[in-house]
């Protein structure tokens, strides 16, 4: 549920990257951090674990409109995408108000890709949240690798594995040179949004 700043007249909403270890989470975050700077609220804070990083920073993104006077601020997460760092994963998601999953194209990470959306299926019903109804974007990342000749699945595959039962949007993306980075959240923060005015019955 999303945080109202009565005081500051600021409506905090949580979003947070979920996929698979080193499937391009914080490669998105870097991309989104860098063009938003400006607008960005103190640093980006990375807890670093083992070949993974937990990330987070906020921002009052300009140009969203405000919800009845209240200005918009969100705030970012990264989760750990190894399987070790299931606890960390957990805590991240904890008061959550819309997801972006980041699934790898590498035909080799297709396992690791329906391990982790389980994983974040799991974790989301023991806060008694349902995935069908949170608002979720899913980003189909690593595409411009097929230029390098690495074996790729294609988007048809991926959302036949992973988004055929939740049909929630789907961007193909380079996040490494930021294509399709801010249309996947663009459409996150729209559906957040949506869902935060039904919440408030506003």
Known sequence: MANINLKNKEIECKIVYYGPGRCGKTTNLEYIFKTFRKQAIGDMVSANTEGDRTLFFDFLPLGIGK???????????????QVKYSSTRKMVLREVDGLVFVADSLKVRREKNMLSLKDLHQ????????????????????????????????????????????????????????????????????????????????
């Open 67 to 81: 919800i009845r006077d209240y200005d918009v601020r969100l705030q970012l997460y990264t989760v750990p995408g």
């Open 123 to 202: 974790n989301l019903k023991e806060y008694g949240i349902n995935i069908l109804k949170i608002p979720l974007v899913m980003q189909h990342n690593k595409r411009d690798l097929a230029k390098q000749g690495i074996p790729l699945m294609s988007i048809a595959q991926m959302e036949k594995d992973l988004n055929r039962q939740l049909k929630v949007p789907f961007f193909p993306a380079s996040a490494i040179n930021g294509d399709g980075v801010g249309d996947t959240l663009k459409t996150c923060i729209k559906l957040t949004l949506q869902s935060v005015k039904k919440q408030m019955g506003w």
